[in-house]
């Protein structure tokens, strides 16, 4: 299953961006720390990248902090480009944001010259939280669905540093099938968008290979490690469905109610720190989702001239 999500708003969120940019010294790329290459925008490098970029990795406490350390290093060895971790126990994140600035571009501040920095995210990767903790008040709108901040807003940091907060956005197509999972996983894509069941279970089939302790852990499974590896997804599902009730009737699991309370205990943490991707993994799928996009458009294209006419070019 292909898991796609674009509303109509996202559209605007883009062309806001191309307007803004012009007048902006760096840009703020908030990640999810947990799925860090997943929850970055190509688009968006496409619309700011020949602007100095800071690569914000958020929710580092809900992250496998070796994998963290990973990523970090991945980020940070890109040219104009910076990276750092925050998380929620962080209650003055700005001035690591305005030092992290200052470094990716030396030349601006002081009232003559104003730093100008834009803040841009997915869906739900707690940027709002970010905006609110930083503006010292409740000025964006923050909930656990995606799609809440609609409005672009300037949030003045100190006289010489101003900051633009931008709606999450996602891309038009995710042509990286897990970065679809993990991002339906982390709740940064609507829920009308994908079947939980499936994404649960991809989930799963990831976690127990790394995590396998953790899954025992937090459901209570009462199975070594090399057991739930060993276990099909399916099966590893019904376990931890049945071990927190979620039955019909005769006994049998309710694999909707399983697949949320799987996908509830990675997004809240409570299913322990986890990381679903490595650098090198993401080149790994990146490429194949590449190779796979590229033959789908030759298939396309060849359509086109069989039937006559040129096709569309997909955004």
Sequence with gaps: MAIQWFPGHMHLTKKAIGERIKDIDVVIELLDARLPASSAN??????????PGLKVLNKQDLADPERTVQWLAHYNAQPDTRAIGLDASQTTPARALVEACHALSPHRGGM?????????GIPNVGKSTLINTLAGGRKAKTGDEAGITKL?????????????????????????????????ASGAIGRNAFD???VALELLDYVKRRYA??????????????QIEAMEDEAL???????RGALLGKGRVNLQKAAEIVMHAFRDGSLGRITLETPE???AWLAEGQ??????QAKKAARGAKGGRAPAAES
């Design 281 to 283: 993994q993401f080149a």
């Design 42 to 51: 190509p688009m968006l490098a496409e619309l700011t990248g020949h602007k």
């Design 112 to 120: 003559a010259k104003p730093m100008r920095v834009l803040i841009c």
């Design 237 to 243: 599902l019904e376990a931890i469905g049945r071990k």
């Design 152 to 184: 672009e807003q300037r949030i003045t940091l100190a006289d010489d540093f101003y900051l633009w907060d931008t709606p999450g956005m996602l891309w038009p197509r995710i042509i990286v099938a897990k970065s679809g999972y993990n991002l339906a």
């Design 213 to 226: 302790a953790t899954l025992a852990a937090r459901f209570k499974l009462e199975l070594e490690p090399a």
């Design 196 to 198: 939980e069941e499936e």
């Design 291 to 296: 190779l796979l996009d590229a033959e789908r």
